[in-house]
Every structure is written in C-alpha cells, then in structure tokens.
C-alpha cells in the first residue's frame, strides 16, 4: 500500500517555465489538498478537492491550477513559474467520515526552487 | 490572518522529561484540533486529535489538552524520547465529516536530548 506518492521530489524551474506536480493516491480517499510549506508560514492550502470533478481554493491559490478527473490523481499545475513559488509542496489526502477529525495522510512532498 | 498559531519556534527538553508544545487559536467555529510530528524530509504524520466538546485526550505517552475559554490546546509528551525530535504541527478544522478544510500552524521543532 503506498499511499500518497509525489512526483518529483525535486525540481528547479526559470521563472516563465510551467510544470505540473504529481499527486497520487491509492486508499480511495474522496478528499485531497494541496499545501505548501515556507519558513515561518507553516503549511498553507492551496487547493482541495472532495471528489473527482470538483476542486476549490484555499489559503493561497494564485499562480496555481488543480483539476481532478480521477479519484487517484490530484495535480497541481504552476502555468508561469515565479520565485515566490519556491517552497515544499505537499500533497494529502483523506476519507470522507459523517463525524470525526479530517485526519490527513501526507506524501513525502516535492521540493520546488524557481530561478 | 494566521488562525492557529505557535508561537514557540523551538524547544529543547533532556530525555525523559515532559515536553509541552502550546498552540493558541483564534477561530471560536474550529470543531476539531488535531497535532502531526514531521521529520525532516517526509511528510507530515497524524499523532493525536481532540473535539472540541472534550478536555482532554491521552494516547500513550502523548496527552492534548484543550481550554476552549482560552483558545488554548497543548501537547504534552512523557516521556520524551530523542526520537519524538521533530516539527509538530497542530491543526484546527471546523466543522464535522471528512471534507474540513484543515488549517495549520506554524509549528514548532522540538528537540530532545539525550
């Protein structure tokens, strides 16, 4: 059982360059979200989705596009990569329960340095 | 607006002692508090929740807290060990069932000496 995998674990970017990061999860979770993780900033939502077809945004969305055609894959697209976009991305995911804690399941994250 | 902060950086505690992480929130709506212990280069993992309607919440050597007058929660480790060095993260949601939005604080890194 793998869980949540993130492609690639590294990438460095020009600023102006696109790139999509790979989200994949094998538990059947409905739920999945993006985050990223800076210095001093904690881990901020960037998009989630609650199944396939229906994404929407979170804390810090600009410069980001997601779309979720399976349940699996949730990938997030930067389409003009900028310094600012330099950071850790983490990808999660979970079950949907009637009552209870969202309890998250994290991939490994993605290292991402634009130039 | 940072909703959920920590306002600790980072904290070192001689092993076997208690390690207390504090966690302050702003959200009165947050139904659920959880805290993740992150390693370098993974991800975050789950350790412990707490509803909001509850006080308390103890799982093995980890015990939160929580003082909703307050908007207060802490994570209490005993003993400590070198291995629980880590970031732990604590994290509000509000409202129930799976699709909460789930907000994280800054976390702080926790070091624990041998």
């Known amino acids: 059982n793998a869980g949540v995998t993130q492609t690639p674990k590294f990438q460095v970017l020009k600023t102006g360059q696109s790139m999509t990061l790979q989200c994949a999860q094998d538990m059947n979770h409905e739920y999945m979200s993006w985050y990223r993780q800076d210095p001093g900033m904690g881990l901020r939502l960037i998009h989630y989705?609650?199944?396939?077809?229906?994404?929407d945004q979170g804390e810090v969305p600009n410069g980001y596009n997601v779309s979720r055609s399976t349940t699996e894959d949730f990938p997030l697209r930067l389409l003009s990569a900028a310094p600012s976009q330099t950071s850790v991305y983490f990808c999660?995911?979970?079950?949907?329960?009637?009552?209870?804690?969202?309890?998250?399941?994290f991939g490994a994250g993605s290292r991402l340095t634009v130039l | 607006d940072q909703q959920v902060k920590q306002n600790s950086p980072s904290l070192s505690v001689q092993e076997g002692r208690i390690s207390i992480l504090n966690c302050d929130y702003t959200?009165?709506?947050?139904?659920?508090f959880l805290w993740y212990k992150k390693y370098p280069a993974e991800g975050p993992t789950f350790l412990i929740s707490?509803?909001?309607?509850?006080d308390k919440n103890e799982d093995g050597r980890f015990t939160v807290f929580l003082n909703k007058s307050a908007k207060h929660l802490s994570l209490h480790i005993v003993p400590s060990q070198p291995g629980d060095s880590a970031v732990y993260f604590c994290?509000?949601?509000?409202?129930?069932?799976?699709?909460?939005?789930?907000?994280f604080g800054t976390g702080t890194k926790l070091q624990v000496i041998p």
């Open positions: 989705s609650v199944g396939a077809g229906i994404t």
């Open positions: 999660a995911s979970s079950s949907a329960h009637r009552y209870g804690a969202n309890v998250l399941t």
């Open positions: 707490i509803s909001s309607i509850k």
């Open positions: 994290a509000a949601s509000a409202g129930s069932g799976g699709y909460q939005k789930v907000t």
């Open positions: 959200n009165s709506m947050f139904d659920y």
